[in-house]
């Protein structure tokens, strides 16, 4: 075995181990620029003597780069062969990317708020080595962006040879005279786009130089497409990529017209955006020809359109039905909550997909028969649907803004409503999901069934789930239920008696406040309504204890222990009762629950709920 060298025992050169010769001549020549400048004496840029001493530093700059590197190579670092560095660097970059590519993001990259993202090319500034073997693999260079300047932008292109490219371009008034040289490198290379994602910030004129560049050549292999645009709305020219793309799969749109003509039988992701405060409809029968024509799609978003569609069609039974069996991810949140039932009960998707629905549901004095009739489909739907039967753990929950009205907003694109209720659905059996606003809870993943219905209007009064879904409900696989309405939004239960009857494989229910009084006046007066299955009942938001003695047989205490009672002797599994920590703590209850010897425990708030916050009450800790 041959020894290293011995680094212990290393001497440094004569000369080196005090001043160094080199440091010495740097001095002199920096003794001669002061005496240059005591001398008051000027050299022309353009004169010789100058241009020597130009030169001079110049080649020591060079120098002493040479003597970085050489240090540098002694580091364990720059002993890495470079096929495994760049095996590193090509994992580093699909977790540290160069671009923003989350759209929650976008905002911030156009707005100037967010600073350009370096992501996985930070290793390019360690050392030589490091630099020279992530420029030597054109595979690590396919991504590139114009968030880091025009020289990074075609050192970019340059190093990724002619490897199939990703470029994320954005277009700002910022941007200045480097905007022609954007759309000329897009034009340029556009036949190796594998991905392309503008990002806007509303400049018309860019914009337009843009799209004229992206007409002039076909997109073989776009696989990709991402537009973002900011305060405007803008659509795609028609002839866009010369209308030939015939790979592409992946559309995504925020406030630009779709490019309806390139949306083929290849996509699998069809994402469609507008700010909530941008009006521009979908006329039904042009999408739902769309949709046909999409046998591969898997993910369909579509966010704060509008639903346009003749009466006559929304009633039709023969109304054509799009099928696409691999979508799993349906998100349908229109202007109006009819058009998001229309479309989703006009489609055949997987049998397990995640949908949500949202929509304003017009009530009262406004009601509309598109709505009427979008309503009775979306009842037929569910009944008939597996999605329902799948479902073990269900919410229905109310909410309300505490400041009315809603101040508008640039930029946003989830509508705030006034008041909102909500359907959750999940496939999982867990009511950990139905505490999670108590402390010690996490929140639950997103609901493989949500619906959202935005109401408008200060008071909401007789609004009710049954309203949309009458009792008993299509989830007859539930084992956790909960009923929580809020003090700015109560709703009601007509018959708990075809509530309760629609729930077979009932475990666990929670219900809320008033709701709660209302349940134990109905379900203590009655010796068989409670599902003998339920194991844990969760009343939250209940007054115990304060009711007056003569009024004590009618009092919440009361129905509660008669309901223990009762579901005990019939045999029933209900073996705790789970009340807010205020109440448990207390202990202030009348004796009838000691002496039907409920099994009581609690669940505490968390501690951001308290008096200060908005939302708080005097029923939130009970």
């Avoid at 905002?107 to 350009?116: D, E, Q, Y």
């Avoid at 030589?128 to 260079?141: E, I, K, M, N, V």
């Avoid at 959202?452 to 879904?469: A, C, K, N, W, Y």
């Avoid at 068989?528 to 919440?556: C, F, M, Q, R, Y």
């Amino acid at each position: 075995m041959i020894d290293g060298p011995d680094y212990a025992k290393y001497q440094p050169i004569a000369g080196l181990a005090g001043r160094a010769p080199i440091l010495d001549a740097i001095q002199a020549r920096v003794g001669f620029f002061d005496a240059l400048t005591r001398n008051k004496t000027h050299v022309d840029s353009r004169s010789t003597r100058r241009a020597l001493l130009d030169d001079e530093l110049t080649s020591i700059k060079i120098s002493l780069a040479d003597l970085r590197r050489r240090r540098n190579l002694l580091s364990l670092a720059s002993a890495c062969p470079p096929e495994v560095l760049t095996s590193i660097f090509r994992f580093l970059s699909e977790l540290e990317l160069n671009y923003y590519a989350d759209p929650k993001d976008f905002l911030g990259v156009v707005s100037g708020k967010l600073p350009p993202r370096m992501g996985w090319m930070k290793v390019i500034q360690v050392c030589y080595s490091w630099r020279r073997a992530a420029q030597s693999d054109g595979l690590l260079w396919t991504t590139a962006t114009t968030g880091l300047g025009m020289h990074w932008t075609s050192e970019m292109l340059r190093l990724s040879r002619n490897f199939p490219i990703h470029l994320d371009v954005q277009v700002t008034e910022s941007s200045g005279d480097d905007q022609d040289i954007h759309f000329s490198l897009l034009s340029e290379h556009v036949h190796r786009l594998a991905g392309l994602q503008i990002m806007s910030d509303g400049t018309q004129l860019g914009e337009r130089k843009l799209y004229e560049n992206m007409c002039k050549a076909s997109a073989p292999l776009l696989e990709s497409l991402t537009f973002y645009l900011r305060g405007s709305q803008g659509a795609v020219p028609v002839n866009i990529f010369s209308g030939y793309a015939p790979e592409l799969k992946r559309v995504y749109v925020h406030n630009v017209e779709p490019p309806w003509n390139m949306l083929g039988p290849r996509i699998t992701d069809l994402t469609l955006i507008l700010d909530d405060n941008r009006d521009s409809n979908l006329w039904v029968p042009s999408f739902m020809g769309v949709l046909s024509r999409l046998p591969n799609l898997k993910l369909l978003c579509i966010k704060n359109y509008g639903f346009h569609i003749n009466a006559d069609d929304v009633t039709s039974p023969s109304y054509p039905i799009a099928r696409c069996p691999f979508l799993s991810t349906i998100i349908l949140h229109y202007d109006e909550i009819s058009g998001a039932m229309f479309i989703l009960t006009h489609i055949v998707s997987h049998g397990r997909a995640r949908i949500s629905l949202a929509g304003l549901y017009r009530r009262g004095h406004h009601p509309t028969p598109t709505q009427d009739a979008a309503v009775v489909l979306f009842r037929e739907y569910m009944a008939d649907s597996p999605i329902s039967a799948d479902m073990r753990t269900v919410e229905w929950r109310s909410y309300g803004v505490s400041h009315t009205p809603i101040r508008e907003e640039d930029n946003r694109v989830d509508t705030v409503y006034e008041r909102t209720l909500t359907l959750s659905a999940w496939r999982t059996n867990c009511p950990n999901y139905l505490l999670a606003d108590y402390a010690g809870y996490r929140t639950p993943p997103l609901p493989d069934f949500k619906l959202t219905l935005g109401l408008q209007g200060h008071r909401v009064r007789e609004f009710s789930p049954e309203d949309i879904l009458p009792w008993p409900q299509p989830f007859t696989s539930a084992r956790n239920v909960s009923l929580q309405m809020t003090a700015r939004f109560p709703f009601e239960v007509s018959s708990w008696s075809n509530m309760l009857g629609g729930l077979p494989n009932l475990r666990w229910l929670r219900v809320d406040r008033e709701l709660a009084e209302d349940f134990l006046d109905d379900v203590g007066l009655s010796e068989a309504l409670l599902p003998k299955s339920v194991e844990t009942l969760v009343l939250l938001g209940i007054h115990w204890g304060t009711s007056a003695d003569d009024d004590i047989e009618d009092s919440p205490d009361q129905m509660l222990a008669n309901v223990w009672r009762n579901t005990r002797e019939l045999g029933g599994a209900l073996s705790e009762v789970i009340i807010g920590s205020l109440a448990y703590n207390a202990r202030s209850w009348h004796e009838c629950i000691n002496e039907a010897e409920v099994v009581l425990d609690s669940v505490q708030r968390l501690e951001v709920l308290d008096e200060s916050n908005e939302d708080w009450d005097e029923r939130t800790d009970w």
